[in-house]
């Protein structure tokens, strides 16, 4: 053989070797590339699923808020959570909140119970199917939640049109208002007044005194003759009559007694001397006419306006400081002398120095004005009368709140309520809208102007700059 041929079949030997070479370490990074990934899963999988899964929804439904978050790690008693319903037929999205929701404490235990397998379980905690009983044996108290009430379905549409459009996810405000009912006695007792053309408290306020465990009821003072024994809290909401005599009487002593009311105006300019005269008594003259705010308004509606809000007073005290709050056609208020040194009164929502009140002749004054306020009054055995008025039922309503889905008005409505009951936590939790939120830009005309016109006029002018450009060469 020659010394050529044994010089290349050394070579040939060699590459071979050194290709065997590379495909072993390649064989070995894969093989260890693998068992990596192997190892990686096993140690993912003992994670918990709260733990384990990213909230990407648009809406957030899983972020469960700090109430929530604070109260269930203040609690000290064992607290179960009985699911009465096949688990695979139970919506997915509830499933996974309610794996992440009682992970949150060492106290909560979790358990699905199909009723048709178990049919005896319905009976045993007086229950329907398709429920969430939540039950202490500490206090041997339990709450009923019905899953069909966890995610809301406008109902208009689905009676109207047959479609099924979701409104708002609930799972939390449910189960954290059912697990502080089976921990506490306290209830209470508002009544709405009637017999004066008042307006109705929106759904979501209703939902939310039930998760303060307070029931409403519905009272006539003339027809009834007085205000009930058992009334926690008055509300007058957006009357367009006035008191009789007799009622402005009954309203002064419940409230000389320590009582508490909630009176939210009517959008309408109407004169009605015994009200205004029961908020003079506390400090609050009701100027004439609607209010507006040239300064802090949505778009092109003063009269649809942004409100400051005062978080220092304990009406608003449970909202942040950025909280966004929307009035439409508003009373405005200014702040006088009560007729007792004992009473404080503190507004909580203004308009900037740009507001202006507009009469029904259309004459215009401008000025600051209170559209929210509380006054309180201590009397004996540690008792303090509030009265709280607000300019309009914006806040109870849902003249706002069925538009703007990203407002806080039902919030600090709550908030004002809650203040003033030391016996209530503040856990009251506003649903998750699953609809789509409006813009609420305070003024959007410069906003419209350039997203509408300047803009795509821009684009166009560019483009055709660059056809006739391209055209030439």
């Given at each position: 053989m020659s010394i050529f041929k044994k010089k290349q079949t050394a070579q040939t030997a060699g590459s071979t070797r050194q290709s065997r070479g590379k495909m072993a370490f390649s064989t070995g990074v894969v093989t260890l590339a693998v068992v990596a990934v192997i190892v990686f899963n096993l140690l993912v999988a003992q994670i918990p699923t709260s733990k384990a899964q990213i909230d990407l929804t648009d809406t957030k439904i899983y972020n469960i808020t700090d109430v929530?978050?604070?109260?269930?790690?203040?609690?000290?008693?064992d607290v179960a959570i009985h699911v009465l319903a096949d688990k695979s037929s139970v919506d997915p999205r509830i499933?996974?909140?309610?794996?992440?929701?009682?992970?949150?404490?060492?106290?909560?235990?979790?358990?699905?119970?199909?009723?048709?397998?178990?049919?005896?379980?319905?009976?045993?905690?007086?229950?329907?199917?398709?429920?969430?009983?939540?039950t202490c044996k500490a206090t041997g108290?339990?709450?009923?939640?019905?899953?069909?009430?966890?995610?809301?379905?406008?109902?208009?549409?689905?009676?109207?049109?047959?479609?099924?459009?979701?409104?708002?996810f609930d799972a939390e405000g449910k189960l954290t208002s059912a697990i502080d009912g089976v921990l506490t006695s306290v209830r209470h007792t508002a009544y709405l007044t009637s017999g004066h053309e008042e307006g109705s408290l929106s759904q979501n306020v209703t939902d939310a005194l039930k998760k303060l465990h307070m029931t409403v009821n519905t009272v006539n003072l003339l027809t009834k003759g007085a205000i009930p024994d058992d009334c926690d809290l008055l509300i007058v909401d957006a009357p367009t009559r006035d008191l009789a005599k007799d009622e402005l009487t009954m309203l002064r002593e419940y409230l000389a007694?320590?009582?508490?009311?909630?009176?939210?105006?009517?959008?309408?300019?109407?004169?009605?001397?015994?009200?205004?005269?029961?908020?003079?008594?506390?400090?609050?003259?009701v100027v004439p006419g609607l209010v507006t705010d040239t300064q802090r308004y949505y778009q092109n509606t003063p009269f649809l306006f942004f409100p400051t809000l005062d978080t220092?007073?304990?009406?608003?005290?449970?909202?942040?400081?950025?909280?966004?709050?929307m009035l439409y056609g508003s009373r405005g208020m200014t702040v006088t002398n009560p007729v007792r040194n004992t009473i404080t009164v503190k507004p909580f929502l203004s308009t900037s120095d740009k507001g202006v009140a507009v009469k029904a002749d259309?004459?215009?004054?401008?000025?600051?004005?209170?559209?929210?306020?509380?006054?309180?009054?201590?009397?004996?055995?540690?008792?303090?009368?509030?009265?709280?008025?607000?300019?309009?039922?914006?806040?109870?309503?849902?003249?706002?709140?069925?538009?703007?889905?990203?407002?806080?008005?039902?919030?600090?409505?709550?908030?004002?309520?809650?203040a003033g009951f030391k016996d209530v936590s503040p856990i009251s939790v506003d649903p998750v809208s699953l609809a789509e939120e409006n813009?609420?830009?305070?003024?959007?005309?410069?906003?419209?102007?350039?997203?509408?016109?300047?803009?795509?006029?821009?684009?166009?002018?560019?483009?055709?700059?660059r056809w006739t450009r391209r055209r030439k060469l």
């Open positions: 929530s978050v604070n109260y269930l790690n203040g609690i000290t008693e499933v996974r909140f309610l794996d992440k929701y009682v992970s949150l404490s060492d106290h909560l235990s979790l358990e699905y119970v199909n009723p048709t397998v178990y049919p005896s379980v319905l009976s045993q905690y007086g229950a329907d199917a398709n429920t969430i009983v939540v108290r339990q709450e009923i939640v019905n899953i069909s009430d966890i995610i809301g379905i406008d109902e208009m549409a689905y009676y109207m049109y047959q479609q099924t459009k979701e409104t708002n007694k320590g009582g508490q009311m909630i009176y939210c105006m009517a959008s309408q300019i109407q004169d009605l001397p015994n009200l205004d005269a029961l908020c003079s008594d506390y400090g609050l003259n220092s007073v304990d009406a608003a005290s449970g909202l942040n400081s950025d909280a966004t709050i259309n004459s215009q004054t401008p000025g600051s004005y209170v559209v929210g306020a509380v006054a309180t009054e201590s009397v004996d055995d540690n008792i303090t009368a509030r009265l709280t008025v607000l300019g309009c039922d914006s806040l109870c309503g849902d003249s706002v709140t069925s538009s703007f889905a990203n407002v806080d008005n039902s919030a600090l409505f709550v908030a004002s309520i809650a813009n609420t830009v305070t003024t959007g005309g410069l906003w419209g102007l350039l997203f509408i016109f300047v803009i795509p006029a821009a684009l166009l002018i560019f483009g055709f700059v």
